[in-house]
């Protein structure tokens, strides 16, 4: 079954405490991407990448890092959480890059740091 | 003025009812452009691409205006069911990174 896949889906955690959120995908598509959506504004996009090892700042990236050492892996990481990146986070990919084609979604992973 | 922009309503519509939303966008050089379907804080998924020349998917009609710079979205017989948020999704002009609009909610009711 092609699926995105995020873990964990839920997170409580402390100030300051690091912590990576993986994403994965099996449809082979080189374009992966992390959005946080918040009450009043929206899906915004943290990171993207259009394929191994090219990855580029989204519209809201302070905070953040990514990697993409292999395809099918994108993992966004905080290294030093804040209580202003409790969110609900999505991850997503597609087969041709950004807006060119269907974005499949991860099922959300809901962070809430304390 | 923004990238994307939507009336986040909600609108509120009788079972069986027609029900429009459009979508306006400031880049003029955009060219895909996407309604998505959100369910309460589920993952967002595609309802329908939107082309030049406008399409249709059974009681879904999605048209583009380029010289008006917005697209839109009719829900003809409404169904409970259909209760949800409807996200815009345009790919930024020279780009491919997607921009989402904030969402419409819609709610059907008996």
């Known amino acids: 079954e092609a699926q995105v896949t995020q873990n964990p889906r839920y997170l409580i955690t402390v100030t300051g405490k690091k912590l990576t959120v993986t994403c994965s995908q099996n449809?082979?598509?080189?374009?992966m991407s992390w959005y946080r959506q918040d009450p009043g504004l929206g899906l915004r996009q943290i990171y993207y990448?259009?394929?191994?090892?090219?990855?580029d700042k989204g519209d809201v990236p302070e905070g953040y890092k990514v990697s993409r050492k292999e395809k099918r892996n994108f993992p966004l990481i905080l290294e030093s959480p804040s209580p202003n990146q409790t969110s609900l986070y999505f991850c997503?990919?597609?087969?041709?890059?950004?807006?060119?084609?269907?974005?499949?979604f991860g099922p959300g992973t809901r962070l809430t740091v304390l | 003025r923004k990238e994307v922009e939507q009336d986040p309503g909600p609108f509120n519509v009788p079972e069986g009812a027609t029900v429009a939303f459009n979508c306006t966008y400031s880049?003029?050089?955009?060219?895909?452009f996407f309604w998505y379907r959100q369910d309460c804080r589920k993952e967002p998924k595609l309802l329908m691409s939107?082309?030049?020349s406008g399409n249709e998917d059974g009681r879904f009609t999605a048209q583009l205006n380029r010289a008006s710079q917005y697209i839109s979205l009719l829900i003809r017989d409404s169904k409970l069911s259909d209760s949800a948020t409807y996200l815009c999704?345009?790919?930024?002009?020279?780009?491919?990174?997607?921009?989402f609009g904030r969402g419409t909610s819609l709610i059907v009711h008996p």
């Open positions: 997503a990919s597609s087969s041709l890059a950004g807006g060119g084609d269907t974005q499949y």
């Open positions: 449809m082979n598509h080189e374009y």
């Open positions: 990448s259009m394929n191994v090892e090219v990855t």
């Open positions: 880049n003029s050089a955009s060219q895909s």
């Open positions: 939107v082309y030049s």
């Open positions: 999704v345009v790919n930024r002009g020279g780009s491919y990174i997607p921009t």
